[in-house]
């Protein structure tokens, strides 16, 4: 959907954006953290913004493949771009702070240990599903989508998937439950 042309003859248009997304990313990355050490929302300091941005998150995700102009138009580059910033920090609301709850809600080393691997594994699990995209693309357009309603279609049920777990996870449990309050 993006325009084909190239800048300065060898930077395409999505490596453009992807570099002011992550550019992004780099700048909010430590305003989060800071604001989530400091948080002192009655949910907790990491919760709020597990629930605040999951949405944001997955509709983030699924609005960059839904550019709603003309093919190859500067209008879906610019979509795209802007659905991507808003990718990325939604990204670092939900994450920075996830990262960061982790260690207050599991003190002890060894059993922290058990979850970075169990999330590992999960990971690589969810990774390998987002890897055959093609192939579940591939099933759709077999069956008379066209190719960008195939992708369309993948990614809104990927972000269905997406929404539902990192809402399960903002909300499966009460932070205060189980993190003392740091006292500095």
Request: proline content about 5%; glycine content about 6%.
């Amino acid at each position: 959907l993006l325009p084909g042309n190239k800048l300065l003859g060898y930077i395409t248009i999505m490596a453009l954006i992807t570099a002011i997304g992550k550019v992004v990313d780099a700048v909010t990355d430590p305003i989060v953290a800071s604001f989530s050490d400091k948080c002192t929302h009655k949910a907790g300091r990491r919760m709020p913004f597990l629930r605040y941005s999951a949405i944001p998150y997955a509709l983030s995700v699924l609005l960059i493949f839904y550019a709603p102009f003309k093919e190859g138009s500067v209008a879906n580059a610019i979509w795209v771009g802007v659905f991507l910033v808003v990718y990325y920090t939604a990204y670092t609301l939900y994450f920075i702070p996830k990262n960061a709850l982790v260690p207050e809600i599991i003190p002890d080393t060894k059993v922290r240990v058990g979850y970075y691997g169990i999330s590992t594994a999960f990971f690589m699990g969810s990774s390998s599903f987002m890897y055959a995209a093609t192939l579940f693309v591939d099933i759709l357009k077999n069956v008379g989508l066209s190719p960008l309603w195939a992708w369309r279609a993948v990614f809104s049920i990927f972000a269905a998937i997406g929404i539902v777990c990192l809402l399960l996870s903002a909300y499966a449990f009460e932070e205060k439950d189980y993190v003392e309050e740091n006292v500095k």
